[in-house]
Structures are given as C-alpha cells and as structure tokens.
C-alpha cells in the first residue's frame, strides 16, 4: 500500500527553528509538495521538490531525498502566525497526489 | 470573484437525502478536483476534472458523482447520503492536468454533516 508518514503535533518555541520530517512509501514517485493549512481554513502551497536536495523560500526551506523517501520541511525564525498543519503530498507513479495526516505544529511564545 | 468559492459553508442533512455542493473558479484552470478531510486521515481524492466535458475518479468515489459543463464549475452530488460522508469537502484547482506538478489552490471548504 502507499503511505505517507508524519508527526502528529509538535511543539516550538516563537523565533526558533523546527523541523517537520515526512517519509513515504509510494508506487513510483513524481515530486514532494509541502502545504500550509491553518484550523479551519483551506491548505495553501508552500514548496514543491522533484529533485534530491534543499530548496529555500524566505524563512521556509523543503529537502528531499529520494533514495530514503524522506523529506523535510525547515521553519526558521518561527512567527505565532506559523502554528498550523503542515501536510506532505506525494505524486505516485500515476501522477495521483497522496496526502499525509499532516503535522499539527505548535507555537509558544 | 477571486480564486475558488464554495457553497454552502456548511451544511446539517439527514440521511438519504440528495445534496450537491457547488464549487467555482475564476482562474481559467484546467484542472480541477474534490477531496474530503477526515481527522487523522490525509486528504482524499473524490474526483477530478482535466477539462471541461471530462471526468475522472479519485480515490474514494463511491457515492459521489461530478460534472464539468464548463471550464468554471465543478459540482459535487451525494445522491444519497449516509452519516459515514460526514466530513469537510474541498474543491481545488490547478493549472494543466489533474496530477502535475503545478501547485493547486484551495477553495474555502464545506463542513457536512449527515445525520
């Protein structure tokens, strides 16, 4: 079966840096995607990774290694504004997306 | 309009009852498609849409069904629903077809309940 395979809930503290980690296991693989979905909103784009390596936006930064099926998504400098769920997708060798549970990400101040 | 707007926000039904939640893009995308988020679980793929006049199943399309008259509109119809299609139903959309790489934007959701 594919499974994508995340932290529930983590918890950080205003101004430091987490680490969101997401392995999967997928038929085939055609690209990672990192959205941003705060409660009980819609999910917004944050990053997509096709190739192994690390890609950064502004205080966000996604890696992705495919030959351990292992991503990971990097906030620095974390804002109270931060605390939501970070979801990891994967397209499979059909080109479907298949969604993690997402990553319910804390922020204290 | 700007982006994806769904309707209703959210909605109380009974049991075996019809219900067709409606979902409109002003993007021009070609792509569109339905999930359902359920706690605990990802979010899953109900149908899509590459283009206007064609169709596609996801995931998890028993008991639901779509169509694409045009390039704007993607309603979803639960012909007759059960308490297990309880859940909160996004609409999103992208540009290109359904499954690129292109980034994919999200309408506002649909909280239903079924009872």
């Known amino acids: 079966g594919q499974n994508i395979d995340q932290p529930t809930e983590m918890t950080a503290t205003e101004g430091a840096i987490v680490q969101i980690n997401c392995t999967y296991q997928?038929?085939?693989?055609?690209?990672l995607f990192w959205y941003q979905q705060h409660a009980g909103e819609a999910p917004t784009f944050l990053s997509y990774?096709?190739l192994d390596g690390l890609e950064e936006k502004g205080r966000f930064s996604s890696f992705l290694s495919r030959s351990k099926g292992y991503s990971y998504l990097l906030l620095k400098e974390l804002q109270m504004k931060d605390s939501a769920s970070y979801l990891c997708?994967?397209?499979?060798?059909?080109?479907?997306?298949?969604w993690g549970a997402g990553t319910k990400l804390i922020i204290k101040p | 309009i700007a982006g994806i707007t769904q309707a209703p926000t959210s909605q109380i039904l009974a049991a075996g009852r019809r219900m067709t939640l409606r979902c409109t893009q002003d993007?021009?995308?070609?792509?569109m498609y339905w999930y359902r988020q359920d706690l605990g679980l990802g979010l899953r793929l109900i149908h899509y849409?590459?283009?206007?006049?064609?169709?596609g199943k996801g995931e998890v399309p028993d008991g639901y069904s779509v169509s694409r008259a045009n390039t704007d509109d993607f309603p979803l119809t639960l012909a007759s629903a059960v308490p297990s299609q309880t859940s909160v139903y996004f609409c999103?959309?992208?540009?290109?077809?359904?499954?690129?790489?292109?980034?994919?934007?999200f309408g506002p959701g649909t909280r239903l309940t079924v009872l």
């Open positions: 993007m021009r995308h070609n792509a």
């Open positions: 990774n096709v």
């Open positions: 997928t038929s085939g693989f055609n690209g």
């Open positions: 849409s590459n283009t206007a006049g064609t169709t």
């Open positions: 997708a994967v397209r499979d060798s059909n080109y479907q997306l298949i």
């Open positions: 999103a959309s992208s540009e290109g077809e359904a499954g690129g790489y292109n980034e994919q934007f």
